[in-house]
Nanobody, 124 residues
């Protein structure tokens, strides 16, 4: 699976952004999709995940109520809608795919495929 993330940019605190991750290659709909982020000097951290069917969605506590993950298997795309952005959300955001079960926080070592990342910068 090849993953291409897009939609990042520079926004002000309180603004919204929608990230997209387009997949190509092997069957997208069979993979659970995960969003991570990595800020400078920090480890890559789990943001949220969505099961292959879209029935099971999990979020990190720091984004609950602000971010929404969705997917469109017909378009081979997963989305991350980010609302009420804060300066601490500034990071490179990565989409990722795994065939392993996702039922909470996903460790990066469980990921099989990574996208290239898209920069999100939130100014105060």
């Amino acid at each position: 699976v090849q993953l291409q993330a897009s939609g990042g940019g520079l926004v002000q605190a309180g603004d919204s952004l929608r990230l997209s991750c387009a997949a190509s290659g092997r069957t997208f709909s069979s993979y659970n999709m995960v969003w991570f982020r990595q800020a400078p000097g920090r480890e890559r951290e789990f943001v949220g995940s969505i099961s292959w069917s879209g029935d099971f969605i999990y979020y990190a506590d720091f984004v609950k109520g602000r971010f929404t993950i969705s997917r469109d298997n017909a378009k081979n795309t997963v989305y991350l809608q980010m609302n009420s952005l804060k300066p601490e959300d500034t990071a490179v955001y990565f989409c990722a795919a795994t065939s392993q079960r996702v039922d909470g926080t996903v460790h990066p070592l469980r990921i099989e495929y990574w996208g290239q990342g898209t920069q999100v910068t939130v100014s105060s």
